[in-house]
């Protein structure tokens, strides 16, 4: 789990899938609170520390509700699918009707249920929506397997790469991604 925060999935993943989970976190308050839990968890950067990991070395590579705080997306991706056989990113949908409805009417950067910080406080460098991100993976030759969308209460919506849709109404976005 890339980005894994206090490592809340990783616990999740170690206590109900018998999985072996491991993590890479930037703020040593999130590596102590994982650590404390028993959890094998590393600090680092994942814009500059996943080159260090060998090609193929797991199963799954998980970056949840990352990607728009890294500061190289691609970069993230593409070792993401060096090192692991499959990725599972998820992301909030900047393309989302409320926040392109107060954009238009307030002039403001949006604040959702989704997006909750103000733009001078949000860890969130680069904005991107559903179609921004199904571009990027047609660009590095990356195939989208599975991709769901959420609404503001987490229920799974239809996500049909062809269908514009889903960008205008999906809150946040779930792929399972592998390379070509």
């Known amino acids: 789990d890339v980005g894994c925060a206090d490592g809340a999935l990783l616990a999740f993943l170690d206590r109900h899938k018998n999985v072996d989970a491991r993590g890479i976190e930037l703020s040593m308050s999130g590596v102590s609170a994982a650590v404390a839990q028993g959890l094998s968890v590393i600090q680092g950067d994942a814009d500059t520390d996943l080159k260090d990991y060998p090609d193929q070395a797991f199963d799954y590579v998980v970056l949840s509700q990352t990607l728009q705080a890294t500061w190289d997306p691609k970069g993230v991706i593409n070792h993401m699918l060096r090192i692991g056989r499959h990725a599972i990113v998820s992301f909030p949908n900047f393309g989302h009707w409320q926040v392109r409805w107060q954009l238009v009417t307030r002039g403001r950067m949006p604040v959702t249920g ?67």
């Not at 997006?115 to 921004?132: R, S």
């Not at 991709?147 to 514009?164: C, H, M, V």
Request: hydrophobic share 40%; charged share 25%.
């Open 114 to 180: 989704v997006l909750q910080d103000q733009w001078f406080d949000t860890p969130n460098i680069h904005l991107c929506t559903l179609q921004d991100f199904v571009a990027l993976c047609r660009e590095l030759d990356i195939t989208i397997e599975q991709g769901i969308t959420l609404d503001s209460e987490g229920n799974k919506l239809r996500w049909d790469a062809r269908r514009r849709t889903a960008n205008l109404l999906g809150n946040q976005a779930v792929f399972l991604l592998t390379r070509r």
